[in-house]
Nanobody, 123 residues
Framework: QVQLVESGGGLAQAGGSLRLSCAAS?????MGWFHQAPGKEREFVAA????????YYADSVKGRFAISRDNAKNTVFLHMNSLKPEDTAVYYC???????????????????WGQGTQVTVSS
């Protein structure tokens, strides 16, 4: 099994930046980020293939967030820039055993999930 541990969440002002990290205990293929606000469905944010050659973003974060990974460290990052109050949510990283990264926007695609890290953006 693969364990995922997120870090880097916290408070930021609108327009600010945060970098989230997710360390995996073993090798993974596709990795992604989702977020969930209270009472809302978990929503796709970004995903990246094992090689980093394919990346996907939700329309709401495109141009503001960037996903990357360091396979030598089994770590995926989410660089969040130009933060907005509506970005406030718990952010979860996820990892898939499958290399079918074209299905990475759907939660059911993933096999492992982190515990989540809170991101709060104030205006």
């Amino acid at each position: 099994q693969v364990q995922l541990v997120e870090s880097g969440g916290g408070l930021a002002q609108a327009g600010g930046s945060l970098r989230l990290s997710c360390a995996a205990s073993g090798r993974t293929f596709t990795m992604g980020w989702f977020h969930q606000a209270p009472g809302k469905e978990r929503e796709f944010v970004a995903a990246i293939s094992w090689s980093g050659g394919f990346v996907y973003y939700a329309d709401s974060v495109k141009g503001r967030f960037a996903i990357s990974r360091d396979n030598a460290k089994n770590t995926v990052f989410l660089h969040m820039n130009s933060l907005k109050p509506e970005d406030t949510a718990v952010y979860y990283c996820a990892a898939a055993r499958s290399s079918d990264h074209n299905r990475s926007r759907w939660p059911d695609y993933y096999d492992y999930w982190g515990q989540g890290t809170q991101v709060t953006v104030s205006s």
